[in-house]
C-alpha cells in the first residue's frame, strides 16, 4: 500500500503494479546509465573537451536525481521504509560524523543513497527489466572487452583512460608505462595472472576492479534468476564471465566464483538467517590470515587481508566513534575500517544488518540471492575495499536486491481435479 495513498488514490499504486510483466524503459536507461556512463566521459574528454572531477561527480549526481524522479513520481510505498530507514539514519550519523571532524563527511551517506535509489528502482522493476538490463550490460562489457583484447592500441585510443582518470580523480601518470591504460591495470611481474593478455581488462569500466566485480553481480544475477535465463541467455552470461575471468586476472572473483556453483545447490537449504553470520565467518577467518601471516603484503590476497585485520586491531575507542575521519583517504582498500572511520562502528553494523535482512528468503530463488549477495559484499570489503559502493556496480547490485525481495514464487500447475466416490462425499459432508 502506498504511503500517500490518502492523498493520491488508487494511481499511486498502479505504476509499480503496472511494470511487472513489461520492460520499464526509464529504469533500464537509468541503470544503464549508471553502469555505462564512465566510458562516456571517457570518450568526451578524450576526444571532445577536458573534464574534472566537478563533471564526474555532477553526472553521477544527475543519474541519482533522475532515480529519484522516478521513485517519488510513482510513489513511495511501505516497502521502501527499509532502504529509506538506513538512509535517514546514515544521514544522522553522517552530520554527527561531520561536526565531530569539524568537516563534511558525506561519502557513506552518498553510498546508502546509491543504495535507496536502485533498491527502489528495483522494487519497481519486473523480471522482464532487470533481465533486459543484466543482459543489454553484459552485451556492452563483452563487446568493448573483446576490442580490448584484440584491438589494444585502438582500445586505449578511443576510452584514453589514463588520462580520464588523471582528470578526473587526481591520479597523475607517472610516466613509467608507455600506453594509455589506467595503470592500475597494467599488474607487475609475480602477479598471478592466465597470461591472455598483457594487462588486467578494463572493459566499459576503464578500471579492472569494477569489471571484476560486475563478473560477480552477473554470477548473483545468474545463480538467483537461472530458470528465468534462457538456455542461448545463460550461455552467453557465461561466456562473458569466463572471458572476465580470464582476462580480468581477479583472484577474489574467481573464488566467488566456485562460491555461487556449489551455492546454487547449497543456499536453498540454508536459512535466510543464516547470512548473518558471513561477516563473521569472514572476519574469523581474515583474523586467522592475520595470525599466521602478520608480515603479508602486496597486491594479493594474504596482503590485501592482513591490511584489513591490521587496520581494524589499531583501532581505538575514538576512532569506533567517528573522531578520526581524516583517514579515510587513506583506506579505499579496506572496506570494514573505511566504513568505521566515516560512520562510526553503528554505521557497520547498520549496514550488517541491512545486507543480511533486506532480502526475502520465501522462496528457492530468493534464498540462493540473499546469501550469494551476503558473501559478495562481505568477502568484497575484506579485499576489495570500497568498490562494492562504486555506483558502476552497486546499481545493478541493489537494483537485483529490491527485484528479488518482491519477485512472486513461481507459479505451478494445479493438480488435476479428481472425481469424488460417493463415501468422500459423505465424509466432507
Same mark, same amino acid.
Given at each position: ?7 493520491? /488514490? ?63 513520481? &510513482? ?24 561536526? *565531530?571532524?569539524?568537516?563534511?563527511? *558525506?561519502?557513506?551517506?552518498? =553510498? ?15 523480471? &522482464? ?42 591520479? +597523475?601518470?607517472? /610516466? ?10 597494467? /599488474?607487475?611481474?609475480?602477479? #598471478? ?13 576503464? +578500471? ?11 554470477? *548473483? ?9 534462457? &538456455? ?7 561466456? %562473458? ?23 546454487? $545447490? ?7 538467517? $543464516? %547470512? ?26 594474504? /596482503?590485501?587481508? !592482513?591490511? %584489513?585485520?591490521?587496520?581494524?586491531? +589499531? ?38 544488518? #541491512? ?13 540462493? #540471492?540473499?546469501?550469494?549477495?551476503? !558473501?559478495?559484499?562481505?568477502? =568484497?570489503?575484506? *579485499? ?36 469424488? %466416490? ?8
Amino acid at each position: 500500500m502506498s504511503l500517500f495513498s490518502s492523498a493520491c /488514490g488508487s494511481k499511486a499504486w498502479r505504476p509499480a503494479i503496472e511494470t511487472a510483466d513489461k520492460r520499464d524503459t526509464a529504469i533500464a536507461l537509468v541503470v544503464l546509465a549508471a553502469t555505462v556512463y564512465n566510458a562516456i566521459l571517457a570518450v568526451v574528454n578524450a576526444h571532445v573537451t577536458p573534464l574534472g572531477f566537478t563533471g564526474a561527480a555532477a553526472t553521477e549526481m544527475l543519474i541519482l536525481l533522475s532515480a529519484l524522479v522516478i521513485i517519488v513520481n &510513482r510513489g513511495l510505498f511501505e516497502k521502501d521504509l527499509a532502504p529509506l530507514f538506513l538512509l535517514v539514519v546514515t544521514l544522522v550519523f553522517s552530520v554527527y560524523v561531520s561536526v *565531530i571532524n569539524r568537516a563534511p563527511v *558525506i561519502d557513506f551517506s552518498r =553510498n546508502m543513497l546509491i543504495v535507496f535509489c536502485f533498491a527502489a528502482l528495483g522494487s519497481r522493476a519486473g523480471l &522482464r527489466t532487470v533481465k533486459f538490463v543484466f543482459l543489454a550490460a553484459a552485451s556492452l562489457v563483452l563487446l568493448v572487452l573483446l576490442m580490448e583484447m584484440f584491438f589494444v592500441n585502438q582500445y586505449g585510443d578511443f576510452f584514453f583512460p589514463a588520462l580520464y582518470f588523471e582528470n578526473t580523480r587526481g591520479l +597523475e601518470r607517472s /610516466g613509467y608505462f608507455d600506453t594509455k591504460l589506467f595503470e592500475n591495470a597494467l /599488474g607487475f611481474e609475480g602477479r #598471478f595472472s592466465f597470461g591472455l593478455i598483457n594487462h588486467r581488462s578494463s572493459s566499459i569500466f576503464l +578500471e579492472q576492479v569494477s569489471l571484476a566485480n560486475f563478473a560477480g553481480v552477473l554470477m *548473483i544475477a545468474l545463480v538467483s534468476l537461472w530458470g528465468h535465463f534462457t &538456455r542461448a541467455q545463460r550461455a552467453f552470461c557465461l561466456l %562473458t564471465i569466463v572471458l572476465i575471468l580470464l582476462t580480468n586476472d581477479s583472484r577474489t572473483m574467481l573464488i566467488f566464483a566456485f562460491i555461487c556453483i556449489a551455492g546454487y $545447490f547449497v543456499f536453498p537449504s540454508l536459512p535466510k538467517m $543464516f %547470512t548473518l553470520l558471513y561477516l563473521p565467518i569472514i572476519l574469523f577467518l581474515g583474523f586467522i590470515v592475520y595470525l599466521v601471516n602478520p608480515d603479508a603484503a602486496g597486491d594479493d590476497i594474504p /596482503g590485501r587481508v !592482513v591490511l %584489513t585485520m591490521s587496520k581494524l586491531s +589499531e583501532m581505538d575507542l575514538l576512532t569506533l566513534l567517528g573522531f578520526s575521519a581524516e583517514k579515510a583517504s587513506t583506506l579505499a582498500d579496506s572496506g570494514y575500517v573505511y566504513v568505521i572511520v566515516i560512520g562510526t562502528v553503528f554505521s557497520l553494523i547498520l549496514f550488517w544488518l #541491512f545486507v543480511c535482512l533486506f532480502p526475502a528468503g520465501n522462496t528457492t530463488e530468493q534464498r540462493r #540471492f540473499g546469501h550469494a549477495f551476503a !558473501v559478495f559484499i562481505f568477502m =568484497n570489503m575484506m *579485499i576489495g575495499g570500497t568498490a562494492v559502493f562504486s555506483i558502476k556496480i552497486a546499481g545493478l547490485l541493489w537494483m537485483l536486491a529490491g527485484a528479488m525481495r518482491h519477485l512472486p514464487a513461481p507459479r505451478r500447475a494445479a493438480a488435476p481435479l479428481r472425481p469424488q %466416490t460417493h463415501s468422500q462425499h459423505f465424509r466432507g459432508a
